[in-house]
C-alpha cells in the first residue's frame, strides 16, 4: 500500500497484493440466510485511485451459495400503495461526463466452482424453489477497454438437466458470441410458473437445445441463434386436467 494526501487535489493511492477471505456468511435484515463464500481469493495487480484505474491478475472463488425468495407480498406492503417512486430530480452542479470518470479495468482470470443458487418463488402456488447447482465458470481476459473481448465457459445443472455455454464476450460495445447446450431439461420444474401465465400445466417433458448464440449491440441491435431444439415425452394439461 501506498497514499498520500495534498493540501489540494487528489489524494494519491497505489495497492497491490492478493486477498483472500474464507467462510463468510451473509443474512437478510430477518435474519434468513443469503449468501455464503467458502473462499475467494482477489490477486490485484495495481490498483491506482488517482489514475482511477484497477488491473485485477485473477479472481477464485469457491462453493459460493446464493438463497433468493420472491414474495409478491412484499409490493402491497407499506405505505407505497403500489406506486412507484417519483424520481429524483438530476444533479446538473457537475459537468463530468460519465465518459471522464470512468475507470479503467482488466481481469486476467477468473475462476468460479461449486457454486449453486436456490431460488424459492413465494408467490406461486404451491410456494416452488428452483435450485441451480455444480455452477462452473471460468473466464480471461476482459477489460474496460472498447472492443476488448475476453473468453468465458459456464456450466451447471439445474431441473434434472444440464446447462453449458461457451464463448466470446465484449463489455464496450456489448457483443456476444458463445455455444448454448441444455440437456434433458425437466419441463415439470417450471409447471407453477407456466401454469400461472397459461393457465396450462406440464407434469411431463423434458428440453434440449444446442446451438449457437450471437449478439451484438448498437444503434440496431443484432441478435441471431442458429441450432436445434427438442421436447420429448411432453404432457400438457388445461385448466380442467383435459390433456
Same mark, same amino acid.
Given at each position: ?17 492478493? /486477498? ?8 437478510? !435484515?430477518?435474519?434468513? @440466510? ?6 475467494? /481469493?482477489? *490477486? ?8 482511477? *484505474? ?54 486476467? !482470470?477468473?475462476?468460479?466452482? $461449486?457454486?449453486?443458487?436456490?431460488? /424459492?418463488?413465494?408467490? =406461486? ?8 447447482? !455444480?455452477?462452473? &465458470?471460468?473466464?480471461? +481476459? ?18 434434472? $438437466? /444440464? ?11 456489448? =457483443?456476444?458470441?458463445?455455444?448454448? +447446450?441444455?440437456?434433458?431439461? =425437466?419441463? *415439470?420444474?417450471? +409447471? ?10 406440464? @407434469?411431463?417433458?423434458?428440453? #434440449?437445445?444446442?446451438?449457437? &448464440? #450471437?449478439?451484438?449491440? $448498437? #444503434?440496431?441491435? +443484432? ?19 383435459? !390433456?
Amino acid at each position: 500500500l501506498a497514499f498520500h494526501l495534498p493540501r489540494s487535489g487528489t489524494p494519491s493511492f497505489t495497492a497491490s497484493g492478493v /486477498t483472500t477471505i474464507s467462510d463468510l456468511d451473509a443474512y437478510t !435484515e430477518h435474519g434468513a @440466510p443469503f449468501a455464503r463464500v467458502k473462499s475467494a /481469493t482477489v *490477486s490485484i495487480g495495481k490498483l491506482d485511485l488517482a489514475a482511477q *484505474s484497477v488491473d485485477v491478475k485473477s479472481v477464485a472463488v469457491a462453493d459460493p451459495e446464493i438463497a433468493l425468495v420472491i414474495n409478491s407480498k412484499s409490493a402491497s406492503d407499506g405505505d407505497g400503495g403500489g406506486k412507484p417512486a417519483a424520481a429524483a430530480p438530476a444533479d446538473k452542479s457537475s459537468g463530468a461526463s460519465p465518459a471522464a470518470s470512468a475507470w479503467k479495468w482488466s481481469l486476467a !482470470e477468473l475462476s468460479l466452482t $461449486g457454486g449453486k443458487v436456490k431460488l /424459492t418463488d413465494q408467490g =406461486a402456488s404451491p410456494a416452488t424453489t428452483l435450485t441451480v447447482t !455444480e455452477i462452473k &465458470l471460468a473466464a480471461k +481476459n476482459f477489460s474496460s477497454k472498447t472492443n476488448a473481448s475476453g473468453t468465458y465457459d459456464f456450466s451447471a445443472r439445474t431441473a434434472g $438437466g /444440464t446447462l453449458a455455454s461457451a464463448g466470446t464476450l465484449s463489455i464496450d460495445p456489448l =457483443a456476444l458470441k458463445a455455444s448454448t +447446450n441444455v440437456k434433458t431439461l =425437466a419441463l *415439470s420444474s417450471f +409447471n407453477p410458473w407456466v401454469k400461472a401465465f397459461t393457465g396450462f400445466s406440464i @407434469p411431463k417433458g423434458s428440453a #434440449d437445445v444446442a446451438g449457437t &448464440l #450471437d449478439f451484438k449491440s $448498437g #444503434d440496431k441491435m +443484432n441478435v441471431s441463434w442458429k441450432g436445434r431444439a427438442a421436447v420429448s415425452d411432453l404432457r400438457a394439461l388445461d385448466s380442467k386436467g383435459a !390433456e
